[in-house]
């Protein structure tokens, strides 16, 4: 069949497939819904693309007989078309991870399914049908977040190796080649219940701007689009340029910065560089209010905390800036034993394998993962103690605190207290004390230990 639509649609996903770098390739996988848009991507690739092409669906369990309908759907019509397509059925309500709602864990189940299925099946790309809409739909939905000019890009067009062939083409015409070509397509009964923010964009707002204000809004949001990915592109160097500036290391931290490089960058390019680290760490994007606040923050002295996700905090105050999972912001439980001279005992105490052993002898000793304290005793046996800094008495907290190490890392830094007839005294790996060998914590000690004790590993 000829139609000026399919030619047209044919035409854009080719010049897509160029500059996305995916049009030579031998092979695509398609993330197939059986909505409008994946249907037509299929079948426009099926036409339009010379190397091989499969498909991929994931029944998430969350609409019920709606989405055991689309299961079946999409199966039987690979089946007919004589497409290969992969089908997983996942329970993504029972599978979702501290602090993570339903919509972002399906999200993580489904891409995570596809990047299995493109590896095993040496597909060197996965196509989703975001098509123009979409990217004016995000865009907007940015835009009443509060972005700045990041957020005006909308939907990129590639993400390594997740691609976007129809992300210039409109959804009315993705729907007129479906009717014209006859290809049945699923609807999703959830697009027409307006009390979504995506759904009143997409359904009241936009016909409303394109019937009163402008006929060709959308294509004026995408040149927005366009510019701003090029700025973003472009910012994006820098970004990373600035990143590496501030980033530090530490054991226990998501990511650590040096906090007095970060006050000497500009207000730009520290939000740039936050905005880096946030994608890095595939963290939710901060809103212009939240990333000034953030900004503001990091511009203070004195401790804080500032939450970034429901499981990830940002925490400040001291030497370095840490984003710490919110669990390790726990001190764990205190525990103990008494051992005899020339004993040896193991215990476990948060992320931490401690081994002991009491010798007539001063000193710290490391092996590899391991930390194996030496401690000093004046007796045949002593009372040892593994807990927190905040577990102290006053004398010993103010000693240990008074440590360049972070506040933030002192909940999970263990503290040996040992008692016997003549001696009761604490050890804090980081203290100069304690530096010696090689191992995990020494890390730690390098960059917290104080300039006037040089280190002697």
């Given at each position: 069949m000829s139609s000026t639509i399919r030619e047209k649609l044919c035409r854009e996903i080719k010049t897509a497939g160029e500059a996305q770098g995916w049009l030579d390739a031998p092979g695509i996988l398609v993330a197939l819904s059986g909505g409008g848009d994946s249907m037509a991507l299929l079948s426009l690739l099926l036409i339009c693309f010379g190397g091989r092409v499969a498909a991929a669906h994931l029944e998430h369990g969350l609409r019920g007989e709606p989405s055991i309908r689309d299961a079946e759907f999409v199966e039987d019509y690979c089946a007919r078309a004589g497409v290969h397509c992969f089908v997983r059925r996942a329970d993504v309500a029972g599978c979702r991870l501290a602090g993570e709602s339903a919509e972002m864990a399906g999200r993580r189940i489904r891409y995570e399914f596809f990047d299995e299925i493109a590896r095993g099946e040496n597909l060197p790309f996965i196509a989703t049908g975001h098509n123009a809409d979409d990217a004016v739909e995000t865009m907007l939905q940015h835009i009443f977040r509060g972005t700045g000019v990041a957020g005006l890009s909308g939907i990129s067009a590639r993400r390594g190796r997740i691609v976007r062939p129809l992300i210039s083409c409109a959804r009315t015409e993705l729907r007129q080649f479906l009717a014209e070509s006859g290809i049945p397509w699923r609807e999703d009964e959830t697009n027409?219940?307006?009390?979504?923010?995506?759904?009143?964009?997409?359904?009241?707002?936009?016909?409303?701007?394109?019937?009163?204000?402008?006929?060709?809004?959308?294509?004026?949001?995408?040149?927005?689009?366009?510019?701003?990915?090029?700025?973003?592109?472009?910012?994006?160097?820098?970004?990373?340029?600035?990143?590496?500036l501030v980033s530090r290391e530490h054991p226990f931290a998501l990511a650590a910065w040096d906090a007095a490089a970060a006050k000497r960058l500009s207000p730009a390019r520290l939000s740039s560089a936050l905005r880096a680290q946030g994608a890095k760490l595939a963290l939710p994007v901060l809103d212009r209010s939240r990333l000034s606040q953030l900004c503001r923050l990091m511009s203070s002295s004195g401790r804080w905390r500032f939450q970034w996700a429901d499981d990830v905090e940002v925490c400040g105050g001291g030497p370095l800036l840490g984003w710490i999972p919110r669990s390790l912001l726990r001190p764990p439980a205190g525990t103990g034993v008494r051992i005899r001279r020339g004993e040896r005992a193991a215990l476990k105490w948060g992320l931490w394998d401690v081994v002991l052993e009491l010798e007539l002898r001063d000193g710290g000793k490391l092996k590899n993962n391991v930390w194996s304290a030496l401690l000093p005793a004046s007796g045949e046996e002593c009372d040892i103690s593994v807990s927190c800094v905040f577990d102290l008495n006053k004398k010993d907290k103010r000693r240990i605190l008074c440590a360049k190490i972070p506040w933030w890392s002192s909940y999970n830094m263990p503290i040996i207290s040992w008692k016997n007839e003549n001696r009761d005294e604490t050890w804090q790996p980081g203290s100069i004390n304690c530096v010696r060998g090689s191992g995990d914590y020494v890390i730690i000690a390098k960059v917290f230990a104080q300039a006037k004790h040089p280190l002697s590993l």
């Open positions: 027409d219940e307006n009390h979504y923010q995506r759904n009143k964009i997409r359904n009241q707002l936009i016909p409303w701007v394109r019937a009163n204000i402008n006929r060709s809004f959308e294509r004026a949001m995408l040149g927005l689009a366009s510019e701003s990915a090029e700025m973003n592109a472009k910012r994006a160097g820098e970004s990373e340029a600035s990143l590496a």
